[in-house]
Structures are given as structure tokens and as C-alpha cells.
């Protein structure tokens, strides 16, 4: 049913709607295993009638969603690349706090926030390392195209991986331990702000209001060079002045555009408007 040149037509039609190009030899063979299984689910008997469906009578836009979640990788943990949220908590809020008027909030964008570790990393960091949020309000907003992560992130129900290296202390502190997950507290249920958005998306973009500070890490390796600059440049429309964008360690900014001035904190590089 699914050949090569399926593939191409579903990457072309994927790279119109997300801006996420997907490689053969990296994604045919998951594509592949979801299509055929969900033509079979829906009594389809060939490639070109699930593509006419995706196309056409997906009015809603569940198919194509339901495709984009089978799609996207959301590997992550809690403190991953730890370096960069003490860089957050010891230098670059107390910086902005400094120039910010006292009565706004400080707004940290996650994006992607994939089921919700990076983000509450975050909140786990200001309780512990940073007297900020005594004097100053901070919202912390997490948005990913998969909705299936979404939820999962608002139920803010981890594995045991996912908690692995946060200081056990912490984990019970935080955490509340069932046989084989780990839910965060009451309290901090809700301390995040998650929501469904294409980054692509200039109006859902625009919606979100601007920033102080935007993580985004290993998501721009999913793109071509021409989409990686037009979500550099949505990022750069959506901070504020002088705010700061996190990049993972193997991203650099300045192979993409050169709008942002690179700083270094310790031994994280980072990107400030």
C-alpha cells in the first residue's frame, strides 16, 4: 500500500501544513506502520483514499492531528541539560527582573513542552534555587503541536524515568509515588500553562502575547533551513527587548540569522534579542 513516492507526498503535504521536514530514511518506516494501520482501521484500501480523506474530509482537523502526534518525537526528562535552568535562575531572571517595571510578570515560553518536564523544570528550580518569585510574578506557558502530550502534561503524571534526575529529596518533596508513576503535588498543578500551537501559526503565535524568555530546544533539527529562520524570526517578533532565547546544545543560532547576540553564561550559549 505505501511506497517511496507516498512518502514524498506525505512529506511535502506535512512540510505545507507544520513546516516539519521529514527525512526518508529517518521517518518512512513509522509513517508507513501508522498509515497502513490506520487505513485498515478506517476500511481504506490504498494510500490515495487516506491521503483524498486527510486532504478533504478531515474538517476538523482530529485526522491530521492524530497524525502529527504519531509523527513527533517527545523524548524528555526532568533537569535535562541542567545547566540551562541554573543559567535561567542565577543570572537571566534577576537580569531581567532588574529592568522589568515591578508590576508585569516575567513570561517564560516552552516550545516544545512535550509532556510537561521541561516547563515544570522550571517551576522545581524557582522554588528551589531562586528567592525571585517572593517579589516578582512569573508565568511559565508550555505549547506543543501534539495534543496528546498536552494532556498528558496538564495531568502532570511522570514516569519513573522522567523523574530519575531530579535530587531524591525533591522527587518527594514534589511528587506524590504510586506503583508506577510519579503525579506532582496539588499546588503545583496548574503553575503551567499548556495549550495546543503550531509554531508556524502566526495568528495562534500572535495569541500567546510576547515574551521574556523562550526555551526551545531540539526542535529546530526537525527543520529545513528555510523554516528554521522563519521560526527564529517568530521568536524574535514574540520576545520582548532584551529577552532570551534557549537553544539545545547542538543548535546555534547564529547558523540561522543574525538578529540575535550571542551570550555566554557559564558554559551555556544563549540568545538575547
Known amino acids: 500500500m505505501f511506497?517511496?513516492?507516498?512518502?514524498?507526498?506525505?512529506s511535502e503535504y506535512i512540510y505545507r501544513k507544520r513546516?516539519?521536514?521529514?527525512?526518508?530514511?529517518?521517518?518512512?518506516?513509522?509513517?508507513?506502520?501508522?498509515?497502513?494501520?490506520?487505513?485498515?482501521?478506517?476500511?481504506?484500501d490504498n494510500f490515495r483514499k487516506y491521503f483524498f480523506l486527510l486532504r478533504f474530509d478531515d474538517k476538523d482537523g482530529t485526522e491530521f492531528q492524530a497524525l502529527m502526534n504519531a509523527v513527533t518525537v517527545n523524548e524528555t526528562y526532568f533537569f535535562r541539560e541542567h545547566e540551562q535552568f541554573e543559567v535561567l535562575v542565577n543570572h537571566v531572571l534577576p537580569q531581567l527582573h532588574k529592568i522589568r517595571p515591578s508590576d508585569e510578570p516575567i513570561r517564560i515560553l516552552s516550545a516544545p513542552c512535550s509532556t510537561g518536564e521541561e516547563p515544570y523544570s522550571m517551576v522545581l528550580y524557582l522554588l528551589e534555587e531562586a528567592g525571585l518569585i517572593e517579589e516578582r510574578d512569573?508565568?511559565?506557558i508550555g505549547i506543543d503541536?501534539?495534543?496528546?502530550?498536552?494532556k498528558k502534561a496538564q495531568d502532570g503524571k511522570f514516569s519513573e524515568r522522567s523523574?530519575?534526575?531530579?535530587?531524591?529529596?525533591?522527587?518527594?518533596?514534589?511528587?506524590?509515588?504510586?506503583?508506577?508513576?510519579?503525579?506532582?503535588?496539588?499546588?503545583?498543578?496548574?503553575?503551567?500553562?499548556?495549550?495546543?500551537?503550531?509554531?508556524?501559526d502566526r495568528a495562534e503565535i500572535r495569541d500567546l502575547g510576547k515574551f521574556d524568555v523562550i526555551f526551545s530546544r531540539n526542535m529546530l533539527?526537525?527543520?529545513?533551513?528555510?523554516?528554521?529562520?522563519?521560526?527564529?524570526?517568530?521568536?524574535?517578533?514574540?520576545?520582548?527587548?532584551?529577552?532570551?532565547?534557549?537553544?539545545?546544545?547542538?543548535?546555534?543560532?547564529?547558523?540561522?540569522?543574525?538578529?540575535?547576540?550571542?551570550?555566554?553564561?557559564?558554559?551555556?550559549?544563549?540568545?538575547q534579542k
Open 19 to 44: 513546516g516539519i521536514y521529514l527525512e526518508l530514511e529517518k521517518h518512512y518506516d513509522k509513517i508507513e506502520k501508522y498509515i497502513n494501520n490506520r487505513a485498515q482501521e478506517l476500511e481504506l
Open 138 to 140: 512569573i508565568e511559565i
Open 221 to 271: 533539527i526537525y527543520f529545513d533551513d528555510a523554516s528554521k529562520k522563519e521560526v527564529a524570526m517568530n521568536f524574535y517578533d514574540m520576545l520582548r527587548p532584551e529577552g532570551y532565547v534557549f537553544l539545545g546544545h547542538a543548535e546555534y543560532m547564529s547558523r540561522i540569522v543574525s538578529v540575535f547576540k550571542a551570550k555566554k553564561f557559564e558554559n551555556c550559549l544563549i540568545y
Open 3 to 10: 511506497n517511496e513516492g507516498n512518502f514524498e507526498k506525505m
Open 145 to 150: 503541536i501534539d495534543s496528546n502530550v498536552i
Open 163 to 200: 523523574v530519575h534526575a531530579i535530587p531524591p529529596g525533591q522527587v518527594a518533596k514534589y511528587f506524590k509515588k504510586s506503583s508506577f508513576s510519579y503525579t506532582l503535588i496539588e499546588d503545583l498543578i496548574g503553575t503551567v500553562e499548556f495549550k495546543v500551537v503550531n509554531i508556524f
